[in-house]
């Protein structure tokens, strides 16, 4: 079993539509979270950052933790045609402060 | 300030030849990473060097080597390819080994 999981879809939703995007992990020494962006033929940029439990929004974006779960998710409102790529979770804490990686989920938005 | 850059963006090797991949940092980044990228399998962490010394390194074979020069520049070297290395090698540089790293656009490397 991998350390992080994250179904790699395609999600396909049309546009203006509320987007969850989610992954599981199984260390709970993780304490920092964070969601990538990655377009087709270019290196992933970094969405979201949240340290421990909680929730964190920047526009339209809201990250959430739930530590008790082992479950972090990415929330996009009123999705666009320039949402569309592909979104990596990535985790570390404990005495390793190394990004494990999910797989990446592909987001289609149809407009 | 010019972001991370990778040489070349594209390659093509056979069966058992070796590649050197290349990855200049953001300028005053002393932390550099690499990663192994393929479908279904995410990032896959490589090796991660900072003031020219390795400091952490992934499990993959000892074919990947990597180094980092004076000026935080990096290549990584992959020897007696396999069809398997086929992949979208990225380099990620950040100030420190704990803050947050920033991407190149990677190298997508095919062996045939």
């Known amino acids: 079993q991998k350390e992080v999981e994250q179904d790699p879809g395609p999600l396909s939703v049309p546009e203006g539509a509320i987007v969850s995007l989610n992954c599981t992990y199984s260390?709970?020494?993780?304490?920092?979270f964070m969601w990538y962006r990655q377009y087709s033929r270019k290196g992933p940029e970094l969405l979201m950052y949240?340290?421990s439990s909680g929730n964190k929004e920047d526009g339209r974006f809201t990250a959430q933790v739930d530590k008790s779960s082992k479950y972090i998710s990415l929330f996009i409102r009123d999705s666009q045609p320039s949402d569309s790529a592909t979104y990596l979770c990535?985790?570390?804490?404990?005495?390793?402060?190394?990004?494990?990686w999910g797989a990446g989920t592909k987001l289609i938005i149809k407009p | 300030k010019a972001g991370v850059t990778q040489t070349p963006r594209y390659l093509i090797k056979t069966r058992g030849q070796q590649v050197t991949l290349s990855c200049s940092p953001i300028?005053?980044?002393?932390?550099v990473s690499w990663y192994q990228q393929t479908p279904g399998q995410g990032l896959q962490f490589l090796f991660e060097?900072?003031?020219?010394?390795?400091?952490n390194k992934g499990n993959f074979p000892g074919r990947f080597s990597g180094r980092q020069f004076s000026n935080s520049r990096s290549e990584m070297n992959v020897s007696t390819l396999e069809l398997g290395d086929s992949a979208l090698y990225l380099c990620?540089?950040?100030?420190?080994?704990?803050?947050?790293?920033?991407f190149g656009p990677g190298t997508r490397l095919t062996v045939l």
């Open positions: 300028s005053g980044h002393r932390s």
């Open positions: 949240t340290y």
């Open positions: 990620a540089s950040s100030q420190g080994v704990t803050d947050t790293q920033y």
């Open positions: 990535a985790m570390s804490g404990g005495s390793n402060y190394q990004l494990i």
């Open positions: 260390n709970s020494a993780f304490q920092y």
């Open positions: 060097y900072f003031s020219e010394t390795q400091r």
